[in-house]
């Protein structure tokens, strides 16, 4: 497991493709196995290995603010394990931004978890020295980048139901997500 920086906070990576990887995350944060992990991506041809379609508006949403600070969540392939999808049938994706988040991904050369470094509920680290101790014992490899911006994270929002639905509104804004919306 990596603790690795993104934009805003701090996030855990583990290997999206194993699900005793998956697992320790879950196990780790004390997060419900109902509530799904996102991934994070290296390029939009990893779309086609982890969803069923990418439906118009999420590709008006990929073409203007990928890289970024959004997760699109799509209906997930049936061979996407339960245990990211939470059960929902759905995964949360993103192509990060921050060039350590993104060489990470492309290192790996597949998907990676892409959730907060954090327990599950709790605020979102922005300085390893925030981190709490139940997590930073188990972390194999910290990749420091000081202090980050902090704040909410990626907006997310579900592009499985006929209009997009804001999900959790972070560092990009509804307003702005959904003027992109209305141009296209």
């Not at 939009?44 to 603010?65: E, G, M, Q, R, W």
């Amino acid at each position: 497991m990596v603790l690795f920086p993104t934009k805003c906070l701090y996030g855990l990576g583990a290997d999206a493709f194993n699900p005793e990887a998956v697992d320790r995350i879950f196990r780790i944060k004390q997060r419900p196995y109902n509530k799904p992990i996102s991934v994070l991506i290296k390029d939009t041809n990893d779309l086609h290995i982890l969803v069923k379609h990418i439906p118009s508006t999420a590709k008006c949403i990929i073409d203007y603010f990928w890289p970024g600070q959004i997760t699109i969540v799509f209906e997930a392939k049936n061979t996407v394990s339960r245990n990211l999808t939470g059960g929902t049938g759905k995964i949360g994706i993103r192509l990060p931004e921050h060039p350590v988040a993104l060489s990470l991904v492309k290192k790996v050369n597949s998907p990676i978890t892409g959730t907060s470094a954090n327990i599950s509920g709790q605020a979102g680290c922005s300085a390893i020295s925030d981190l709490d101790v139940q997590i930073a014992d188990k972390i194999d490899i910290m990749l420091d980048a000081g202090s980050l911006k902090g704040g909410t994270g990626s907006t997310v929002i579900d592009v499985t139901t006929s209009f997009p639905t804001i999900l959790r509104e972070g560092c990009v804004s509804a307003k702005n997500i959904f003027s992109v919306l209305e141009k296209k």
